[in-house]
């Protein structure tokens, strides 16, 4: 199920794993698995993939990362299959992401010897690149009626839905807001008028999707298949310059 209505749905090479992620969804779907079940699996997923980048089990690991990817779609199409959306799995998913990816590139940093200043700085591009992504297809989503599981603006906890409590919902808000504000707040900084004017069309949604963290393991996967793994830091530095110029584009053509 898409997070868009059909005449805005883009082709998201992030999400090359969604085939997969159904087929998981719609097996999970009449059983007592919960999407809750599926984000811990793919947390599993993140720890195999870096036990074998320490072991050198490169194409292993990179099959794990593919893993992780594939999963972390399907608790979102378990969640709509059987019509239970949570703030409390939305954000569990996205606190989940960042420490996984702060994990894998202190994992990089530790098998290839290298300057953890830069592993913290790629780190901090891979954020601000999702999150530019983020923002984009959330206000996408909120401007043409589409999923709105994911608010534009983070700044309050929401109102807990059915089968959750306030209290549960609000604990894992104020974890998501402590990883997640800087970034958030970078990104609104950098384009705080994005939420008005026309939807964005669908050329430039799919070149942003590249700033999907779908893609971002591929491409780590990639790399660590070529053994490459050397270069996965200073290619998420170099990565994260064309955040100016997906911004430059929205703000001065769209």
């Not at 059909?6 to 992620?21: E, I, N």
């Not at 074998?52 to 979102?76: E, H, N, P, R, T």
């Not at 608010?151 to 807001?177: C, H, L, S, W």
Request: charged share 15%.
């Amino acid at each position: 199920m898409s997070k868009l209505p059909k005449q805005y749905q883009f082709t998201d090479v992030s999400d090359y794993g969604r085939f997969v992620a159904r087929w998981i969804a719609n097996a999970l779907k009449n059983t007592t698995f919960t999407p809750i079940h599926v984000t811990s699996w793919f947390i599993v997923s993140g720890f195999f993939a870096i036990a074998c980048m320490l072991y050198q089990y490169y194409v292993l690991a990179a099959f794990f990362l593919v893993l992780k990817s594939i999963l972390d779609a399907a608790d979102g199409e378990l969640a709509r299959l059987k019509n239970t959306p949570s703030y409390i799995g939305r954000y569990y998913d996205s606190i989940a992401d960042i420490i996984l990816n702060f994990l894998f590139l202190l994992t990089f940093w530790y098998i290839t010897d290298g300057s953890f200043l830069y592993m913290l700085l790629a780190f901090i591009g891979i954020q601000l690149q999702g999150t530019l992504y983020n923002y984009y297809y959330v206000i996408q989503r909120n401007n043409v009626n589409g999923d709105k599981t994911s608010r534009i603006f983070e700044d309050v906890p929401p109102t807990a839905m059915p089968g959750e409590t306030q209290q549960a919902v609000n604990i894992f808000y104020k974890i998501y807001d402590f990883l997640y504000i800087s970034f958030d707040k970078t990104i609104y900084f950098m384009d705080r008028e994005a939420m008005k004017g026309n939807p964005f069309p669908k050329w430039f949604m799919t070149l942003l999707s590249a700033f999907g963290l779908g893609f971002q393991l591929l491409i780590m996967a990639i790399m660590l298949v070529l053994h490459l793994e050397m270069f996965v830091i200073p290619f998420f530095i170099f990565y994260s310059v064309f955040i100016f110029v997906f911004v430059g584009i929205r703000k001065f053509i769209l």
